[in-house]
């Protein structure tokens, strides 16, 4: 990338995190270029569209949620890392909107989100894996089954009143459907 486009595509991002920071969660592609100084193509070029703008906005986010993965995958006790991962996806999502639908988006902008989520997907398998030969989990569990899940509670958290106390239960009843039958 050239020396001016890399500059242009870092302040159409500045923009975008000012923009979502005072709380306009829209990031409307006409404006953030108006605002950034930059020709609405030259925004287009970088960013196709508002998802795209998202997952680059929300890369640091993904890699960080893709550590506490592998994390969680070595844990020794992988009932405990599994918990732990899914409070701590869970609270990122119902902090962020844009998290929570680029984590559900059934497809991806940008190259990097999808290898960012292979990756997750990868060590969420080892410890799913690790849970089902300790017994801990049922059999027919898949890494985007818990995704999905997972997307699912944060929409309906969302759908509520948007109590955390509806996300711990909510979280509850998952981790409880996912032990293997009695």
Do not use: W
């Not at 999808?114 to 990868?122: P, V």
């Not at 027919?140 to 509520?160: N, Q």
């Amino acid at each position: 990338m050239r020396a001016d486009a890399a500059r242009n595509r870092a302040r159409v991002l500045q923009v975008a995190r000012e923009q979502l920071a005072a709380g306009d969660d829209s990031l409307m592609l006409n404006a953030i270029a108006r605002l950034a100084g930059v020709g609405v193509g030259t925004v287009y070029r970088h960013f196709p569209n508002r998802h795209a703008l998202l997952e680059a906005l929300l890369a640091e986010s993904f890699q960080q949620l893709v550590r506490e993965a592998q994390v969680a995958a070595a844990d020794e006790d992988s009932l405990a890392g599994l918990h732990r991962l899914l409070r701590f996806a869970l609270g990122r999502a119902l902090d962020d909107a844009g998290f929570a639908a680029v984590l559900g988006s059934a497809s991806d902008a940008d190259a990097r989100t999808s290898a960012m989520k292979a990756e997750l997907d990868h060590a969420v398998a080892e410890l799913l894996d690790r849970a089902r030969r300790a017994g801990a989990i049922r059999h027919g569990i898949e890494a985007d089954d818990v995704r999905r899940l997972l997307c699912g509670i944060e929409h309906a958290v969302r759908s509520g009143d948007n109590d955390a106390k509806y996300a711990e239960i909510y979280l509850d009843v998952l981790l409880e459907g996912l032990r293997p039958p009695r």
